[in-house]
Nanobody, 120 residues
Framework: QVHMEESGGGLVQAGGSLRLSCAAS????????MVWYRQAPGKERESVASFLSGGTTTYADSVKGRFTISGDNEKSTMSLQMNSLKPEDTGVYYCNTKGYSALGKVFDSWGRGIQVTVSS
């Protein structure tokens, strides 16, 4: 079983910055992807930024140029640096990791989510 835990959320004014972190623990063999999702009030959960095992990163159009994802497969950690925050970035942010356990079983694990609130 793989456990994910987010940290670093909070309240910030528009134009400010926050850094989210996520740590995975448990029986981890190989990590294939690390992804940050967010869910705004009344909206569906959406992918914000992803970090693949080969080092490739992708971003939602709405955050390109403002957010930066980084990951460390060996340490099973990832971060999301969020700059120039806007009120529409408000939501609950979740980290997700997919891969294989030390026993070769597929895992797809989610954190509990952390609140990010951007005031105007």
């Amino acid at each position: 079983q793989v456990h994910m835990e987010e940290s670093g959320g909070g309240l910030v004014q528009a134009g400010g910055s926050l850094r989210l972190s996520c740590a995975a623990s448990g029986s981890i063999g190989v990590i294939n992807s690390m992804v940050w999702y967010r869910q705004a009030p009344g909206k569906e959960r959406e992918s914000v930024a992803s970090f693949l095992s080969g080092g490739t990163t992708t971003y939602a159009d709405s955050v390109k140029g403002r957010f930066t994802i980084s990951g460390d497969n060996e340490k099973s950690t990832m971060s999301l640096q969020m700059n120039s925050l806007k009120p529409e970035d408000t939501g609950v942010y979740y980290c997700n990791t997919k891969g294989y356990s030390a026993l070769g079983k597929v895992f797809d694990s989610w954190g509990r989510g952390i609140q990010v609130t951007v005031s105007s």
